[in-house]
């Protein structure tokens, strides 16, 4: 099968070396041409790019051949450079969330549906297999009406990297609490009500939004989405759980790691709790995923796009309801 020809945009987003050595580490799937910085942005991820050329981003974009690129710019950028790639007609893989403009983030949605361009973005929980099981349970109709989720992603950053967290509406809530916003809106769609609650913990002397939640009121139910920085331990507690009238489904951890360090080594832990006959005290049914790689699993995806091998189950309806339940989460005003 021919090559996908890619180049990235961008080399600043906390993802973007992940990505560049996901897409070395599928030569079979992907031919890299080259990486751009934007003026007046940094590389962050220098060695993950070692042998990769770099050139501007106008080289970058007149590549002969050029299929795709992959958007991993200064988080405020990202929808600049999407739409740059857009209207040279390339695939395009943004990295989460976007910039923090909705009138920007509309007219790139608009402009991917006028054109039935592919876009694809850097949500990678989208690719975890349990929570793609839960999808299709839910689907199902396995857990019957779902009335609740809840999600969590927590971590314990430094004092610099959560005061950065202030250049961002909702701080903490924007950065990593838009993929908690994303899977609530996976399985129960745009709420009727947001409730933003994001806070500094005042830690360090930060300033910045570092904790940050939200509740998400529907016609049936209320979910909540939390995001803390300052959480020491909070990674092994990432978690999800979806409710329903006949059973509930927890991912705990949302990725747990089986040797540190290692590419490929990402496990989740589920607890599935769907026996009605059993004691309100059964605990459930408990097994682990096999080991994955969260961006290969992610790029690959991105590819079958570019192929056609598949349509996108996130339209740019659905993208621009998450961005704008990301914004009510993030205390923004979106009417």
Not at 68 to 93: Q, S
Not at 194 to 203: D, R
Not at 267 to 277: A, F, M, N, P, S
């Amino acid at each position: 099968m021919e090559k996908i020809k890619i180049g990235q945009i961008g080399a600043e987003h906390d993802h973007a070396g992940d990505i560049i050595r996901s897409l070395k580490r599928l030569p079979d799937v992907f031919e890299i041409v080259g990486f751009a910085v934007p003026e007046g942005e940094k590389n962050c991820h220098e060695k993950s790019f070692e042998g990769v050329p770099q050139m501007s981003v106008e080289e970058l974009l007149a590549v002969p051949g050029l299929q795709a690129v992959t958007i991993e710019t200064y988080e405020l950028n990202l929808t600049k450079y999407a739409r740059l790639a857009l209207d040279r007609g390339l695939a395009v893989h943004m990295d989460k969330p976007g910039g923090s403009k909705l009138s920007e983030f509309e007219a790139l949605m608009e402009e991917v549906e006028k054109k039935k361009a592919v876009f694809h973005t850097g949500y990678m929980y989208r690719y975890n297999p349990a929570v793609i099981k839960l999808k299709q349970d839910v689907k199902n109709g396995l857990l019957g009406p779902i009335y609740s989720v809840e999600a969590q992603m927590n971590c314990i950053h430094g004092a610099a990297k959560r005061q950065w967290l202030g250049d961002f509406p909702g701080g903490m809530m924007f950065f990593l609490g838009c993929h908690m916003i994303d899977l609530i809106c996976m399985f129960q769609g745009v709420p009727d009500e947001v409730v933003p609650f994001n806070v500094s913990t005042g830690f360090d002397g930060v300033t910045a939004d570092d904790c940050g939640f939200a509740v998400l009121k529907y016609k049936n139910g209320v979910s909540f989405a939390k995001s803390c920085a300052a959480e020491i331990g909070g990674y092994m507690r990432r978690q999800l759980s979806v409710h329903g009238q006949k059973g509930s489904v927890l991912l705990l951890p949302l990725e747990g790691w089986a040797d540190a360090g290692a590419s490929g080594d990402i496990y989740t832990g589920v607890r599935e709790t769907v026996d009605l006959k059993r004691s309100w005290r059964y605990d459930g049914f408990k097994y682990t995923t096999r080991p994955f790689d969260r961006y290969d699993n992610m790029m690959r995806g991105f590819a079958s796009l570019v192929r056609g091998e598949r349509s996108n189950p996130y339209t740019p309806e659905y993208e621009l309801g998450v961005y704008k339940t990301l914004l009510r989460a993030c205390g923004v005003s979106v009417c």
